[in-house]
């Protein structure tokens, strides 16, 4: 069964730090190119960073570049959001996706991050 389990997600103060896992089951995950998404409310789902399937290239949405860095272990079929600087505008609920050449992706169920003071 193909699962996609985030984790990490919490409170933290603006100019906090977090790191967000998403551990998968059930497809082969080195060859998936994974990213993360982020949703707030009220407003539409978007794309925060994303890495190939060999972890080898990497993109960031402009809000988060410098801040945030992307990484994943094949091995332990994981990958993570590493959050520094965190801003209020930085809250939302943060989703994983798996995607395999834009024919077939999948989702987990995603993590509140929310940036208060």
């Known amino acids: 069964q193909v699962q996609l389990v985030e984790s990490g997600g919490g409170l933290v103060q603006p100019g906090g730090s977090l790191r967000l896992s998403c551990a998968a089951f059930g497809f082969t995950f080195s060859s998936y190119a994974m990213s993360w998404y982020r949703q707030a409310p009220g407003k539409e789902r978007e794309l925060v960073a994303r890495i190939t399937s060999s972890g080898g290239r990497t993109k960031y949405a402009d809000s988060v570049k410098g801040r945030f860095t992307i990484s994943r272990d094949n091995f332990k079929n994981t990958v993570y959001l590493q959050m520094n600087s965190l801003k209020p505008e930085d809250t939302a609920v943060y989703y994983c996706?798996?995607?395999?050449?834009?024919?077939?992706?999948?989702w987990g169920q995603g993590t509140q991050v929310t940036v208060s003071s």
């Open positions: 996706n798996a995607d395999f050449i834009g024919t077939v992706d999948y």
